[in-house]
């Protein structure tokens, strides 16, 4: 028998999808369309790290190509076959493989060309005051000190 103090089980394909399918302002938000992020830190209470299941339908990307100033970044493939891309070379993933991203690496992102599902697990810590480049988008994010993303146009501008 579970008293309100036992350790709760979590399905992870079963766990609520983010409240806001993306933080970017359009025209970028619509570009994330086919992909299905579930927390899966946030209902223990895990504030250091993210953890999100990743569900990705064929055509649809992971992000934009970015960049972060301070967040390190962890993807394990769980089934499916996606591409990882990155500023100047891709690479096709598969179930098992797996990609750490730190802020002196390259841009990414992941897309699926394939015609399955990609699921995948991510991780990335929360450290404050990080800041996002998106090389071949006109945006730029930057981190405010409640943890909220604001985003911005590449001079300056807010979206």
């Not at 993210?50 to 990705?56: H, M």
């Not at 179930?95 to 802020?103: N, Y």
């Not at 060309?113 to 730029?140: A, H, M």
């Amino acid at each position: 028998m579970m008293n309100s103090d036992s350790p709760k089980i979590l399905i992870a394909g079963s766990a609520p999808p983010r409240s806001k399918p993306s933080n970017y302002p359009e025209p970028f938000a619509s570009k994330m369309a086919g992909r299905l992020k579930r927390p899966l830190g946030d209902p223990f209470g895990i504030k250091k790290f993210g953890i999100n299941l990743t569900e990705l339908l064929p055509n649809a990307e992971s992000a934009l190509l970015h960049k972060h100033s301070k967040q390190e970044e962890f993807i394990y493939i769980l089934a499916g076959h996606p591409t990882l891309i990155l500023e100047d070379d891709e690479f096709l993933l598969s179930p098992g493989t797996c990609f750490g991203f730190t802020p002196s690496m390259s841009a990414h992102k992941l897309v699926n060309r394939s015609e399955e599902t990609v699921l995948y697990l991510e991780i990335g810590d929360r450290i404050p005051d990080d800041q996002v480049t998106y090389p071949r988008d006109d945006i730029e994010a930057k981190q405010s000190p409640q943890g909220a993303w604001l985003f911005y146009h590449k001079n300056g501008e807010p979206y």
